[in-house]
Each structure stands twice: as C-alpha cells, then as structure tokens.
C-alpha cells in the first residue's frame, strides 16, 4: 500500500484533497492520470451494464434528494453506526469493527496506549470488546451516529429561527436538542449515501418512458457521501466516493436465478480486466449479515495488502424499496404482465410489485483494487551489470491512462516533428496519446511502464526513410519493428476492452 500510495501522489493518479492547507482527512483529488483510470472503470462497467446489452437503461440522478426518500428508505433512522470513545487511548471508533474480546476476560494494555505507558489489567464488559489501537477494555458506551451529511436547502438560517423559538421559554437540553432538530427538519436534505434510492423513486418514469418490460434494470453511477467514523486504507473507505449501482427489476420467485446469474456476470467483470482473478472472490452474507429487507446476498470481496475485503455487494432486495415508497407516496410502483397468470386469482394478466436484484460496486474502491492488482516489480540487470527494479502498472490496456506514448529518440532530425503526426493519427483513433521527447529513452520508457501506459512507439533514424517505428510492449518490455499503420492497428486492437 506504501508502495502504491507512494506512486499516485509521485505520478499524479491521487493527491490528497487541499494538500497545501494540509489536506483533508480521507478526502482525495485525481489527478491527471488518476481521472483517466477512473474514468475507464466507469466507462468499461457502464459499456457492460448498458451498451453491450438492451435490458439495462442508465439514468443520472441529482445527489439531494427530498428528504422524505431517507426516511422512507429507512436510512434516517438506521443507517447508523455505534460510536464508541476509549477512554484509555482517546481513540473513537466503531463497536461493531472492533476487536472481540469474551466477557468478563482480563485482558492486559499500556496506560495511555503509549508503548513507555504502565502496564495496565482490566475486564472486559458487556460488550465483549476492547480497543482496536490500545486493547483496553474501557471504553464509553455505546451512541448512535447517524453516516448521512446534513445539510440546508435554500437561503434560510435554521440558527435563527432556533433562537426565536426559545426565546424565554426555559428549556434543558434535550427539550434545545429537541427543538433544534424541529427548525432545522423546515429545510433540511441529506446528501445521498447511496445512488440506488433514485432507480428506485424514479422506477416508473423510467419503466413508462422506455416501455421496458420485466426483467428490465437501471443502472447509475456517480457520486455519494457517508460520514464514515473510521477513513481507512487510502481511497478503499472515505467520505466522498464514488459508485456504480444497478437496480435489476425482476418477477418475484425468480431471484435465486437472477442473483447467481448477476453474481456471475460481476465476478466475470472483474476478472476479465485482472492480472491475478484468484484475488477476486465471492462471498455469500451469513444469515446476520443481511439487512432485513434482503434474502440472499453476495460480496465480491478483492485481496487488498491487510486481507480480504469487499469491493461490491450483490443483494436480493426482495420488493421492499418499491413497497415503501410505493406506500409512502401513493405511488403505483408496481408492474402489469399481461402474458402472466395472477398466482392469487387464476385470471390472466397479473400485476406485482417487482423484486430487485442490486449489484452495488464502489468505483473509486475499483480504482484501488486494479492499481493493487496491476502493481509489479521486476529484478532485472542494466548495462553496467547492476540490479534494479523495474516498477510496472500491468493495467488491462482499456483501462490504461494514457495507451501509447509515440518517442522521438532525439530532439532533432525531423523526428519531434513525425512524433506529432503519429501521435496525430493515435488520436484520431480514439487513444489518449502522450507525445514525450524529455530526458533517454529509458528513462522514457521506465516513466511510462510506471504509470501502466502499455506501447511506446519510438522514432528514430530509420523512420524517416522507411517509415517504420519500434513498438515496445510495457509486460514484457519487447520491441518489434514494424509499419506505422501496423503500428498503430496493433495499439488499437490491444485497447479493445475484453
Ligand atoms: N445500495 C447498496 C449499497 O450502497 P454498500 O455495500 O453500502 O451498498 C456498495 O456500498 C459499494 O460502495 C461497496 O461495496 C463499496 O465498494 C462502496 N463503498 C461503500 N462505502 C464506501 C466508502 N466509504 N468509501 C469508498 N467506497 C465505499
């Protein structure tokens, strides 16, 4: 992870937000080459999801919703997590991560969590865990912390208004608390902690606009935001991130078939794009993983440095989400199968409210696991008979920042000059291309296997009188000669995604 973290900020793939103003904890800004990666990820799940097939239709939702869709989704009142505060250490996280630790045990740790710290006993409560960072077992109860970022819609002042309303009436600070939260609710929003509500408000509009007829999904993919009480492992869990979630609409009694078939076709995705697939698994929930809405679900889990860990979830959500909102608007959200026979009457034509297959994946989560997976170091030996290493990004082509880097061997000679016009054509076929005549070509080419750019077409002397270049390959660092037309339909072909 030091490793890779190390080469996003040295070669622009990921800064840390506000760097010079001494960044922001767990907010990240991509760089130049980092928004290239991302957006290949997103364009290779959206051409899976949508292009490459005729039951998927894609929508793009605005990220505050009305704030009833959170209530109605059960997000206000559960998407909570429990905070806990060590009163050892200081350390604040969360009681459902931490260590487990059997009740009534005596467990040993240092007095303030510091290593030169006394050395301390205590028992472990009713809670049956210590502190992740220090062990101790004293630790504050636990309270609710709700993920959801508020915020006000509107030119209002929540404050304001708070403080007329108390004005001379003598309340403690539950009844504040209490009516704190009555001034604010008048022009409150959230900013959304998942893209999969609005498939499911906009279920109708979309079924109705495109006559899509069950199974049918709508898939989406932006931005959404958790106010999580532990950021960890660089990018993998923040507060900003990004997702690619698709509601798969489905007859009812079908969802065992369309999971395994949506668990299948996830785990295919991944692995296409892999250098290692064995480090993709999939992982069914255990009973008390699941939410009470869900009868079955999946975990794509990837093997990041510290262990197994999830990338996406793939749930059956049963007809929960369109029920409760269907029920807390008056909204029909349900669908009519005129073929279908109504199970409960006999009659033809049967109407229900669908089931809902979501396979629900993090992209910028996705941007990590391929850098992890591409990540490569190789022994070799330079001219001068030393050891080195040649650091490699074996990104799948199609998800390369840059495709081909086109090198004039020298600054001079016409060669700059026919780099441009080869860098010209690459473009005009759809690549993005870096046209770079800085420092030897090796360190060129040492540059380019580090940000995974998979070809270099170099120039040199010979180009010039029979228009051929060199085409070197990032894996295995071969060069073969050959036309520039070869060339490039080489470079294209290799670019096609799996
Ligand atoms: N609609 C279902 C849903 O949102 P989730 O498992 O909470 O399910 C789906 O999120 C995916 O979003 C996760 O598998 C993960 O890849 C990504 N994700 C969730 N929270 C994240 C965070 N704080 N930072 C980065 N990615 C996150």
Request: aromatic content about 10%; some cysteine; charged content about 30%.
């Amino acid at each position: 992870m030091t490793k890779i973290v190390s080469l996003c900020k040295r070669r622009g793939f990921v800064f840390q937000s506000s760097e010079i103003y001494g960044g922001l904890k767990s907010a990240y800004d991509y760089g130049p080459l980092g928004v290239e990666l991302k957006r290949n990820i997103a364009a290779a799940w959206w051409r899976s999801m949508v292009y490459e097939r005729d039951d998927i239709v894609g929508i793009d939702a605005s990220i505050i919703m009305h704030p009833k869709v959170w209530e109605t989704s059960g997000h206000v009142a559960g998407f909570s997590d429990p905070l806990v505060d060590c009163l050892n250490c200081k350390e604040r996280f969360r009681g459902d991560k931490a260590p487990r630790a059997e009740v009534g045990s005596e467990v040993v740790f240092q007095e303030g969590g510091k290593a030169s710290g006394k050395k301390l006993k205590g028992t472990v409560g009713a809670c049956g865990y210590v502190c992740p960072v220090c062990g101790s077992p004293n630790l504050s109860d636990e309270r609710q912390f709700n993920g959801m970022f508020r915020t006000t819609l509107g030119p209002v002042d929540p404050l304001a208004d708070f403080f007329k309303e108390i004005k001379d009436k003598n309340l403690d600070e539950r009844e504040m608390r209490a009516q704190y939260e009555e001034c604010l609710k008048r022009s409150l929003v959230y900013l959304r902690p998942e893209t999969a509500q609005a498939m499911f408000v906009q279920f109708l509009n979309v079924q109705q606009t495109t006559s899509m007829k069950v199974p049918f999904g709508i898939a989406q993919q932006g931005k959404s935001f958790r106010n999580e009480i532990v950021v960890e492992h660089f990018i993998f869990r923040s507060c900003e991130f990004e997702q690619m979630e698709m509601e798969f609409f489905i007859e009812p009694g079908t969802q065992d078939h369309w999971l395994k078939y949506w668990t299948d076709e996830r785990m295919a995705w991944y692995r296409k794009y892999a250098n290692t697939p064995a480090n993709f698994r999939l992982r069914q929930h255990e009973d008390n993983e699941l939410a009470h809405y869900s009868d079955d679900c999946y975990d794509v889990e990837y093997l990041y440095p510290w262990g197994w860990g999830e990338l996406e979830g793939i749930a059956s959500r049963t007809d929960y989400d369109l029920k409760r909102h269907g029920a807390a608007t008056g909204s029909k959200l349900s669908y009519f199968d005129q073929n279908k026979t109504d199970p409960e009457t006999g009659k033809p034509g049967w109407r229900y409210v669908p089931y809902v297959i979501e396979p629900a994946a993090g992209l910028t989560r996705t941007v990590l696991a391929m850098l992890l997976d591409a990540y490569h170091e190789e022994k070799s030996v330079d001219a001068n008979g030393q050891e080195k290493i040649r650091v490699l990004l074996k990104l799948h082509p199609a998800l390369a920042p840059i495709k081909v880097a086109v090198l004039p061997l020298v600054k001079k000679d016409g060669q700059p000059e026919k780099a441009e016009a080869i860098a010209k054509e690459l473009r005009r076929a759809g690549l993005n291309v870096a046209c770079d005549d800085a420092q030897s070509i090796g360190k060129r080419y040492a540059k380019h296997d580090e940000v995974g750019t998979p070809f270099c077409i170099t120039i040199d002397t010979q180009t010039l009188d029979d228009q051929t270049v060199t085409l070197r390959d990032r894996d295995t660092a071969q060069q073969e000669r050959l036309t520039i037309p070869a060339a490039i339909a080489k470079v294209v072909e290799a670019c096609r995604h799996p």
